[in-house]
């Protein structure tokens, strides 16, 4: 072998030395994994003089977007979807990002609420943790279920269905859970109205229709104890039917403190067969008008509006609630405050509470009249 050729050889045994130390040597530095490590370095190097870019949001909208991240989607499916959505400009710069923080493997399949106003860095660490997003909603003391609709329709960037969509689940006609119909005494056929309870609620992202239709029932069934319920019939009453009563006291009172005594004036006038005469349930009766589901009404609308509801006109509880009453109107139907007075108003005051009265006579001279 001729000197060239050693030198050659011993060239090549030095080189595959040395690429064997850079090889083992970029193992232990990787944590053993090189190709990893490589890739991160250079996208390292690609973002160096993108931090304006990746911290610049589209705009200053903090209106929420809906968005969605299914099962299976990888970092580049989803940063289209968020170019789609016009929630980020660049979807490379997002790719390249999540892979260089580490947060493509913990991208998390569920809905988000995200927002222009984010940053690719925010977006990318929202989307780690579907937990985090709800739906924030509140249903209103007094509220008939085509206004708890119309609030779903007014939060469309959050709910996933329609306010009409909602209605089929809980209108008249609708499948009703046995159990919860049973306990309440639910007629046949009849409407959730009342029972939709209200409060403040954080709706999981996903929730349907029905689903939120079973929240609000579940809800009626913690806040409505199984005494009160049992009280309720001891007296002859189904929860249906303390329901009707407390969807029109809790329309009546202003002032919490006076939901028993008007209840009690109330079941004073049912003990005698004397008609109800409650305005709410002339309007529950109009429906919606003038841009309200509780119209103003005249004297003339006592006589005039021909519904089953109109208790100017029909003896006894309208056919059903009239609205979602909360606990405390609901306790007041089954604990009234006892008393001889038939009558009440508010217009004799400033201060929301009511005057009562024994007699028409007496009434009527609350007011001066």
Not at 24 to 37: E, H, I, K, N, T
Not at 130 to 150: D, K, L, Q, T, V
Request: proline share 5%; charged share 20%.
């Amino acid at each position: 072998m001729n000197r060239a050729v050693k030198i050659l050889i011993i060239a090549a045994a030095l080189m595959l030395v040395a690429a064997v130390g850079c090889v083992g040597a970029l193992f232990l530095v990787s944590g053993g994994q090189p190709v990893r490590y490589v890739q991160k370095t250079l996208l390292q190097f690609s973002l160096s003089g993108r931090q304006a870019d990746l911290n610049r949001p589209m705009s200053g909208d903090t209106s929420p977007v809906r968005f969605r991240v299914n099962s299976g989607d990888n970092p580049r499916t989803i940063a289209q979807n968020l170019v789609t959505s016009a929630l980020i400009v660049d979807g490379e710069l997002f790719v390249d990002y999540v892979q260089l923080n580490d947060i493509d493997t913990q991208l998390e399949a569920g809905t988000y609420f995200l927002k222009r106003s984010q940053t690719i860095t925010e977006i990318a660490q929202a989307l780690t943790d579907s937990r985090n997003s709800y739906i924030p909603f509140r249903i209103i003391e007094g509220e008939r279920i085509e206004e708890i609709a119309r609030k779903i329709d007014d939060a469309r960037a959050y709910f996933g269905f329609s306010g009409a969509e909602f209605l089929v689940q809980v209108q008249a006609g609708a499948v009703v859970d046995a159990a919860f119909a049973n306990r309440v005494g639910l007629p046949a056929g009849a409407s959730l109205e009342g029972f939709l309870y209200p409060d403040s609620y954080e709706l999981p992202a996903d929730v349907t229709p029905s689903m939120l239709r079973d929240i609000l029932l579940q809800n009626f069934n913690r806040k409505v104890s199984d005494q009160v319920v049992s009280d309720a019939a001891t007296q002859g009453w189904s929860m249906f039917e303390v329901v009707t009563l407390a969807s029109i006291v809790e329309r009546e009172a202003v002032q919490v403190d006076e939901e028993p005594m008007i209840a009690g004036v109330y079941r004073n006038r049912l003990n005698i067969d004397m008609r109800l005469e409650a305005d709410p349930t002339v309007q529950y009766g109009i429906g919606f008008q003038g841009g309200s589901w509780w119209p103003q009404i005249t004297q003339a609308d006592y006589s005039n509006v021909q519904s089953a509801y109109n208790t100017y006109l029909v003896s006894g509880l309208p056919p059903g609630p009239i609205a979602s009453p909360s606990v405390t109107s609901i306790q007041a139907v089954v604990y009234p405050t006892a008393s001889d007075f038939l009558f009440f108003r508010a217009d004799c005051r400033s201060d929301g509470y009511h005057s009562f009265a024994r007699t028409f006579e007496e009434h009527l001279a609350n007011c001066g009249q």
